[in-house]
Every structure is written in C-alpha cells, then in structure tokens.
C-alpha cells in the first residue's frame, strides 16, 4: 500500500516539492521472536524509503526517516500484553523502556515528527535516519529545551 500511495501522490509532491516521511523502527533490523510479520513489513518500507531515496534526487521530492522509539500508545499497550500472555521474551525490552523512562508520550513524537516536516532543510530531511532518543538535536525541537534556551 504505501509504494502505490506514493506512486499515486507524486506528481502532487513533485509539484509542491513536497516530503515523505518513512516511520522506522529497529525492529526491522532485529529479529525477535514473535515479531516476524512486522519485523519484515517494517524490513520492506525501510528498502522503500532507501529507493525513493535514491530515485527521487532532483525531482523535487525528499524522502526522510524517523525512527520515533517506544510511543506510549493503546496499541503499544495491546502489544505488551498479548506479548506476556505468550510469554515472549522481548517484554523485558518493554519493561526495561518503561522503568528507564525511556517511552515516550505521543505529543512528543508529534513534536518531532513536525519539526522534521516543517523546520528542517531539505538536505537535513534527507541526510540520516533520524532517531527521536537521539539528544544532539533536542535542542532544536524539544519543547523542554526550547523553554530553557529562551
């Protein structure tokens, strides 16, 4: 679905120059038992950012990635537990997140999400995948350190 979305939008994004944004995750890189179906889904949007990557250079169209980490979500929570129930072993990796404060609310990645779309040059967008857990550029977007920054 999302390679004949984005085939059918792109004469539109052409003419905006507009973005796309591929929503990662580590589990396309980190094989767990129990995960298989996302885990290669997740594999195969990843393969298509890279080509629309490569293949939309000079065509206006930008193509970036954002791995937002553990979002505190209903589904998150849904996931967790049907995980426990089948007593798979990557719910330590949940409860290890949770205890090191390490999932974060959706306002957050909302946050992050925004500011790549809109505050971001078209280079920047581009350049890496981007990892909300990564620090080095809160403060250019983080509601907390913008407040203490001004």
């Given at each position: 679905?999302?390679?004949?979305?984005?085939?059918?939008?792109?004469?539109?994004?052409?003419?905006?120059?507009?973005?796309?944004l591929?929503?990662?995750t580590?589990v396309?890189f980190?094989?767990?038992?129990?995960?298989a179906?996302?885990?290669?889904?997740k594999?195969?949007?990843?393969?298509?950012?890279?080509?629309l990557?490569?293949?939309?250079?000079?065509?206006?169209?930008?193509?970036?990635?954002?791995s937002?980490?553990?979002?505190?979500t209903?589904?998150?929570?849904n996931?967790v537990q049907?995980?426990?129930?089948?007593?798979?072993?990557?719910?330590?990796?949940?409860?290890?997140?949770?205890?090191?404060?390490?999932?974060?609310?959706p306002?957050?990645?909302?946050?992050?999400?925004?500011?790549?779309?809109q505050?971001t040059?078209?280079?920047?967008f581009?350049?890496?995948?981007w990892?909300l857990?990564?620090?080095?550029?809160w403060?250019?977007w983080?509601?907390d350190?913008k407040k203490?920054?001004?």
């Amino acid at each position: 679905a999302p390679l004949f979305l984005t085939q059918r939008l792109l004469p539109n994004l052409q003419a905006s120059k507009g973005r796309i944004l591929h929503l990662g995750t580590g589990v396309a890189f980190n094989a767990q038992i129990g995960t298989a179906t996302y885990g290669v889904t997740k594999m195969a949007f990843h393969r298509l950012y890279e080509q629309l990557k490569v293949e939309l250079v000079g065509s206006g169209v930008h193509a970036g990635s954002v791995s937002p980490g553990v979002v505190d979500t209903e589904g998150l929570w849904n996931h967790v537990q049907l995980a426990r129930d089948q007593q798979l072993p990557h719910v330590a990796y949940f409860d290890q997140a949770q205890k090191e404060g390490q999932i974060r609310h959706p306002d957050l990645a909302a946050e992050f999400i925004l500011f790549l779309l809109q505050k971001t040059s078209d280079e920047e967008f581009s350049k890496q995948e981007w990892k909300l857990n990564d620090k080095s550029h809160w403060n250019l977007w983080h509601p907390d350190m913008k407040k203490s920054n001004s």
